[in-house]
């Protein structure tokens, strides 16, 4: 049974930062991994994908990388902003049809 | 291109009472899921409709059920409710090509509440 471990599980930085954001996952037989953005009380927004073949994913200021090998995938947020402030989480389609997530890392940005 | 609509965004349910949620998916995806989210156990998948057929499921009482119309839209029906029912119940869509590119959207959630 695949399961998703995401730290910190809360963050809190000053605007402007670097940071990394961990998801790890038991069962390295996955199709892909998507990381999500979701807002308080919100749906989720998709963020970036990852294929199993893949290495790494980039839009704008934001960077996934994948390795299935240590069961990791990282989101790495390049200069943060105060509206980047969300829950963060990562998502995985393994065997079934369905995504399996992880409990989310809440990122608070200070201005 | 519109998204994922879910109706109604918020509902107010008494213990006992039955509900019925909507999805409407993206154009020309097939697939449905829906998920369950509380602050206590996180995103919990619910089940997965792809051209009318439940393909797979969570681990849900019966209460849970839902179906898929032939346009693809969606509802999910609960029974019995009870308090531990109230939740942010989300649906997401997706293009299913191969396994490798199936990205999931989601809509913007039914918020429940049951008293």
């Known amino acids: 049974k695949q399961e998703v471990t995401q730290i910190p599980a809360a963050l809190s930085v000053p605007e402007g930062e670097n940071l990394v954001l961990n998801c790890s996952f038991t069962?390295?037989?996955?199709?892909?991994l998507q990381w999500f953005r979701q807002d308080p009380g919100k749906g989720l927004t998709s963020l970036l994908l990852?294929?199993?073949?893949?290495r790494e994913q980039t839009s704008g200021r934001l960077n996934a990388s994948l390795d299935k090998s240590s069961g990791r995938s990282t989101l790495y947020i390049a200069a943060s902003q105060p509206g980047d402030s969300a829950t963060y989480l990562c998502?995985?389609?393994?065997?079934?049809?369905?995504?399996?997530f992880g409990p989310g890392t809440r990122l608070s940005v200070l201005p | 291109k519109a998204g994922v609509t879910q109706t109604p965004r918020y509902l107010i349910k008494t213990r006992g009472q039955q509900v019925t949620l909507s999805c409407s998916p993206i154009?020309?995806?097939?697939?449905v899921s829906w998920y369950q989210q509380t602050p206590g156990q996180g995103l919990q998948f619910l089940f997965e409709y792809f051209s009318e057929t439940q393909r797979n499921k969570g681990n849900f009482p019966g209460r849970f059920s839902g179906r898929q119309f032939s346009n693809s839209r969606s509802e999910m029906n609960v029974s019995t409710l009870e308090l531990g029912d109230s939740a942010l119940y989300l649906c997401?869509?997706?293009?299913?090509?191969?396994?490798?590119?199936?990205?999931?959207?989601f809509g913007q959630g039914t918020r429940l509440t049951v008293v």
């Open positions: 069962d390295s037989a996955i199709y892909n």
């Open positions: 998502a995985l389609l393994s065997g079934g049809q369905n995504f399996v």
């Open positions: 990852i294929q199993s073949s893949q």
């Open positions: 154009s020309g995806h097939r697939s």
């Open positions: 997401a869509s997706s293009l299913v090509l191969r396994r490798e590119n199936t990205e999931a959207f």
